[in-house]
Each structure stands twice: as structure tokens, then as C-alpha cells.
Antibody
Framework: EVQLVESGGGLVKPGGSLSLSCAAS????????MNWVRQAPGKGLEWVSS????????DYADSVKGRFTISRDNAKNSLYLQMNSLRAEDTAVYYC???????????WGQGTLVAVSS | EIVLTQSPGTLSLSPGERATLSCRAS???????LAWYQQKPGQAPRLLIY???SRATGIPDRFSGSGSGTDFTLTIRRLEPEDFAVYYC?????????FGQGTKVEIK
């Protein structure tokens, strides 16, 4: 069974940092591009970042470019998102999901909540 | 950036009725790389349709997708109680991979 389990969410002050992780199991992680998608409370889905299989291709939404860094460790079947200079508008549930350009987001984790507030 | 506009914002229907959801793109979607997702409260999105018209694994055949270019449709042939949810379209052919704002299908 495919499983994606996010962790690392929590409450952080504006300007602070947080690191999210996504542990994958039940499929060959190294065969899939990966993404982070977020959803602000009561709002729709927003793609945040993606990383290709071998980390050669990395992309970010303009809203997080220069502040967030995506990475992966295929040996540990894990995806990461380092979030710096956090703002109130970054408050959201963060999901990891499989999929790259030309591929739909087939599998999703259950999400981890990030709240940015003083 | 491709902007996806979904309509209507809310669809009020009864179980057994047919639901027709629209997704319009601001420019042509590459190779019909258009997906539909279902999301229920407190849950992660679930892939329903990819490639504009292909059902994902395990998705009942009452769900169907159609369209190409800039106009796409998700049809739910006969609504079951578990189908009342929010539906999002997404294009994944170019970056940024954008989502529509969602259509809520609610019980009338």
C-alpha cells in the first residue's frame, strides 16, 4: 500500500523557519518526481514546489521562491521542505504528492499543518 | 501561468442527479494534461481523472472526464451520497502546475 506521511508542522512566529518531511513507502520512491502542495484554511489547493527523480529539476511557486527549499533523499525514501522567512500567508496544511510535468498527482499524504502567527 | 477557472462555484443537487462541472483554461493545456481531484472535509485530495478523460485506479465509472484545449468537463452520472465534496481541476503539463479554485457539490 502506498503511504506518504508528512511531519514537522507546527506553530512558528513570522520570520521563523520550519522543516517538513514526507516519508514514503509502498512504492519505488526513486521512480517518482515529488511535490509539495498547500491549502490555506478554507481555501483551495496551491502547488508549492516540485523536484525530479534525481533532484536535477527543481521548481517553486513565485510565492515561495527564495524562501523555501525542496530536497529529497532517495536512499531514505524521504522528501523535505525547508521553509525560511515564514509569513502569516504561509499558514496552511502542507501535503506531499507524487507527480511531475506530464504526470498527475496520483498519491497524496494526509498533510501537516503549519501555522505562522505571533 | 495557466489560470484555471471552475464553474459553478457551488452545485446543489440531490442524490441520483447528474452533476456537470466545468474547468476553463486561460490557454491551451499541453497534451490534455488535465486532472480532476475530489476532496472531502479533513481529507487529502484524491485523484479521479487524469489525461482529461482517463479514470484513476478504483474510480467508479459514474465519473467521467472530457474536453481538450481550454475547455474540460467532469461529469458524475448519478450522484451517490459519498460524492458530495469539493472538486478541483489541475493542469500538469507546464509549470506552475495550477489548480482551479474548486467546485463544491452539495446536497440540495
Amino acid at each position: 500500500e502506498v503511504q506518504l506521511v508528512e511531519s514537522g508542522g507546527g506553530l512558528v512566529k513570522p520570520g521563523g523557519s520550519l522543516s517538513l518531511s514526507c516519508a514514503a513507502s509502498g512504492f519505488t520512491f526513486s521512480d517518482y518526481s515529488m511535490n509539495w502542495v498547500r491549502q490555506a484554511p478554507g481555501k483551495g489547493l496551491e502547488w508549492v514546489s516540485s523536484i525530479s527523480i534525481s533532484s536535477i529539476y527543481i521548481d517553486y511557486a513565485d510565492s515561495v521562491k527564495g524562501r523555501f527549499t525542496i530536497s529529497r533523499d532517495n536512499a531514505k525514501n524521504s522528501l523535505y521542505l525547508q521553509m525560511n522567512s515564514l509569513r502569516a500567508e504561509d499558514t496552511a496544511v502542507y501535503y506531499c504528492a507524487t507527480g511531475g510535468i506530464g504526470y498527475s498527482f496520483d498519491y497524496w499524504g494526509q498533510g501537516t499543518l503549519v501555522a505562522v502567527s505571533s | 501561468e495557466i489560470v484555471l477557472t471552475q464553474s459553478p462555484g457551488t452545485l446543489s443537487l440531490s442524490p441520483g442527479e447528474r452533476a456537470t462541472l466545468s474547468c476553463r483554461a486561460s490557454q491551451s493545456v499541453t497534451s490534455s494534461y488535465l486532472a480532476w481531484y475530489q476532496q472531502k472535509p479533513g481529507q487529502a485530495p484524491r485523484l479521479l481523472i487524469y489525461g482529461a478523460s482517463s479514470r484513476a485506479t478504483g474510480i467508479p465509472d459514474r465519473f467521467s472526464g472530457s474536453g481538450s484545449g481550454t475547455d474540460f468537463t467532469l461529469t458524475i452520472r448519478r450522484l451517490e451520497p459519498e460524492d458530495f465534496a469539493v472538486y478541483y481541476c489541475q493542469q500538469y503539463g507546464s509549470s506552475p502546475r495550477t489548480f482551479g479554485q474548486g467546485t463544491k457539490v452539495e446536497i440540495k
